[in-house]
């Protein structure tokens, strides 16, 4: 065999050898979940613009914006999202807090960081009601009911920052396709009271991520390659 052909059947093989790869990656990636930021949260309530929603989706808190973050017992919980306005609490079973996923996406889970304002526990949202609509315009679809939230114990004592002990996520299941809003229906607070400055500290959600995408990166790349190298 000439140098000519030995090299041109290394590149066949290189080639059979990508689009393999590509199809066996394809299931164990599809099965695997990324966890993304969502693009903007809105609420039908929050004390002031120190505590609007933006705090859930901005990493404020987090010693680590990743999934495997701890979140800040602030004092003042100027890294979370307080539902009220002003000094008038809010009213939990009628308070919402929705989330545009910035794309569609099929949904795999909600990771929430308990409200973890320092010395006041009562304000931790207990149980709520877990929505999906797929666009940002169609109702809500109820995917996950009277969820319960656990209680974390907030110490009194300084503000750490980071905290010690920091919160960690919690994991809820919400599997849905094609999703581009997620909603979350309050209903209770721990403190039990109807009117409460209710909140969360931080949200994400865990998605399949698009099939092909790996796919398509992995056979681009691969033949990428394999034309530089013919052409050396
Ligand atoms: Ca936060
Ligand atoms: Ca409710």
Redesign the pocket.
């Known amino acids: 065999m000439s140098r000519q052909l030995a090299g041109l059947a290394a590149w066949k093989l290189n080639a059979v050898l990508v689009v393999a790869l590509a199809t066996v990656a394809m299931p164990r990636i599809a099965n695997a979940g990324i966890v993304i930021t969502p693009l903007s949260a809105t609420a039908s309530s929050f004390q002031d613009a120190g505590h609007s929603p933006t705090n859930l989706i901005n990493g404020s808190g987090l010693d680590v914006n990743t999934p495997s973050g701890l979140h800040d017992n602030h004092p003042g919980a100027a890294t979370m999202w307080t539902a009220g306005t002003g000094g008038l609490a809010a009213d ?5 807090v929705e989330f545009d996923l910035g794309g569609v996406y099929d949904l795999m889970n909600a990771r929430i960081w308990q409200y973890n304002q320092n010395s006041l526990p009562g304000r931790q949202l207990r149980q ?2 877990i929505l999906v609509s797929p666009n940002l315009v169609d109702p809500f679809t109820l995917v996950a009911s009277n969820v319960e939230l656990s209680q974390f114990a907030t110490t009194p004592g300084p503000f750490d920052a980071p905290a010690t002990p920091g919160i960690p996520a919690q994991l809820f299941a919400a599997g849905s396709l094609g999703v581009q809003r997620v909603r979350f ?3 209770t607070a721990w403190s039990g009271s109807p009117g409460e400055f209710v909140g969360l500290s931080e949200v994400k959600f865990e998605v399949v991520p698009e099939p092909t995408a790996g796919a398509v990166l992995l056979i681009g790349s691969g033949l990428l390659a394999m034309r530089r190298r013919h052409r050396g």
Do not use: I
């Open positions: 939990v079973d009628n308070t919402w709520f009601d229906e309050l209903d």
